[in-house]
């Protein structure tokens, strides 16, 4: 975590820095292992060994009967994948404007998961199944953390650029809330299993999650009688409730693998971000509903707790030919642009605080 105070910052801003860090330190480690809830499903082999990243996962981006390599790119955005649904409102402005500056372009493509853009760097590749492609991202957005990892190595071209920002987290429930889930707190009830991204697939959102569950418990003045936010985690993360299927996990891609689990699999809950719930819901209404954790659905006012996170953006260096120069430049330009912006709201998140809409070199 990062905090940047501004000139005359309070006491108070300390103290609750302070109280952040100690909230974070007294979490109990977690030395349970999920359940992985998945389909139960053969598996094929591929026809290369993996030398990049490998997006493979049993409940979405199987591609066993498709073969061959994209191995010329015009364009590619690797990006985390939680704002899905903003990039496809804005996929086909940037295809419009790319024809409208007279672009040749032949391959513009995007990837949404975990992020993987240095491995994607580092590799030339990425795989879907049988699908590889032999493409390097020329723009990537993800956290603060990931972005950074990405200057220190010396990926990026000019400073990273704040793009968005999340709304907090919610519950997932099935439809009608059979197991009544009101809080973080009947997470730990007899009886109530959640699922998580996976920890080794997808750790930053893990983590998150995690952290909001502790952090929303630990703050709450009036716990039900018995609990604290360690016995929380202890009894979801770490056995103590002697149920084996009380924390499960997707396979890979968590936005999609997380509703799977609630609507068909083991789980009765889910924590997620509130507008991958919101588009969760809207998606499939007659399986779903949200529990906020802060404010309604409608309208999210996050609990002490339950924090919220900027994404950036980076253009990337590379020896990119004019085609490549000008398309990146185009996508930059649209996504700081008023369509993307209105785009975020539609989907129930916001641009930064201070968010200004320029890049800088």
Not at 168 to 175: E, R, W
Not at 281 to 301: A, N, R, S, Y
Request: hydrophobic content about 40%; some cysteine; glycine content about 8%.
């Amino acid at each position: 975590m990062s905090v940047r105070m501004m000139p005359g910052a309070s006491l108070t801003w300390l103290v609750l820095l302070v109280s952040v860090v100690s909230a974070h330190a007294e979490m109990p480690p977690i030395a349970g292992k999920p359940v992985v809830d998945t389909p139960q499903l053969l598996a094929w082999p591929v026809d290369t060994s993996p030398a990049g990243p490998d997006l493979h996962d049993p409940d979405s981006n199987v591609l066993y009967d498709l073969h061959g390599q994209v191995t010329s790119c015009d364009l590619v955005l690797s990006t985390e994948g939680n704002y899905h649904m903003v990039l496809r409102d804005i996929w086909p402005l940037l295809l419009r404007s790319l024809s409208a500056h007279h672009i040749a372009w032949h391959n513009v493509l995007y990837t949404t998961s975990p992020p993987i853009f240095i491995p994607q760097l580092k590799s030339g590749t990425v795989r879907f199944d049988n699908l590889n492609m032999n493409c390097r991202p020329s723009v990537a957005v993800g956290s603060k953390a990931a972005i950074d990892k990405l200057v220190a190595q010396g990926y990026a071209d000019g400073r990273p650029i704040p793009l968005y920002e999340d709304r907090g987290d919610v519950i997932l429930v099935k439809k009608g809330n059979p197991k009544h889930i009101v809080s973080v707190w009947d997470l730990g009830r007899t009886g109530v299993h959640l699922v998580t991204p996976n920890p080794e697939g997808e750790p930053g959102a893990y983590i998150s999650y995690r952290n909001a569950i502790y952090n929303i418990a630990k703050a709450d003045k009036h716990p039900p009688p018995g609990w604290t936010a360690k016995k929380l985690i202890n009894t979801i993360f770490n056995g103590a409730s002697g149920d084996p299927d009380k924390w499960l996990t997707g396979y890979r891609i968590h936005h999609r693998d997380e509703p799977w689990s609630v609507a068909y699999g083991k789980a009765d809950a889910a924590i997620i971000l509130y507008h991958l719930g919101r588009y969760t819901v809207e998606t499939f209404p007659d399986l779903f509903e949200i529990v906020p954790l802060g404010g309604t659905t409608e309208d999210p006012q996050p609990l002490p707790g339950n924090r919220t996170d900027v994404r950036y953006v980076a253009a990337i260096k590379g020896h990119w030919s004019s085609t490549q120069a000008q398309a990146r430049d185009i996508l930059l330009q649209l996504l700081l642009s008023d369509d993307f912006t209105l785009s975020l709201e539609r989907h129930g998140l916001l641009r930064p605080p201070g968010y200004t809409g320029e890049r800088q070199q």
